[in-house]
Structure formats: C-alpha cells, structure tokens
C-alpha cells in the first residue's frame, strides 16, 4: 500500500510484491482492504486503514 502512495505503478507495486499479474493484486487489495488500487493511492496520509475488517465492500463466497 505504501508503494502505491508513494506513486509507483500498480503493475511494478504487483510484480515486486509476488502477485502473479495486476488483476490478482487488484482483487488481492479489494478483498482485504475494500479498496481499490486507485483509492489507496489517493488515501490521506492522516487516513487510518486497518487490515482487520472491510467496511464497504460485499463479501462474496
């Protein structure tokens, strides 16, 4: 997350974190975070996220 708001490209963000393409670390960052690439980038720093729950987001079997 912090590469993304440091600006890097989510391609590079997915490749240098192991996910296997830019759709698997997109859906990777909407199940856990409820966010998606875009939003994390524009997040205020003051913003807190947690890790811990999705607040927004459906969850789908």
């Not at 409820?34 to 997040?43: F, I, N």
Request: net charge neutral; hydrophobic share 35%; proline share 3%.
């Amino acid at each position: 997350m912090l590469l993304l708001q440091q600006g890097m490209a989510t391609i590079e963000v997915a490749q240098r974190t192991g996910y296997h393409d830019q759709p698997h670390l997109a859906r990777s960052l909407t199940r856990f975070t409820g966010r998606t690439a875009s939003q994390l980038r524009r997040a205020d720093d003051d913003e807190m996220l947690s890790l811990l729950y999705k607040t927004e987001v459906e969850v789908r079997p």
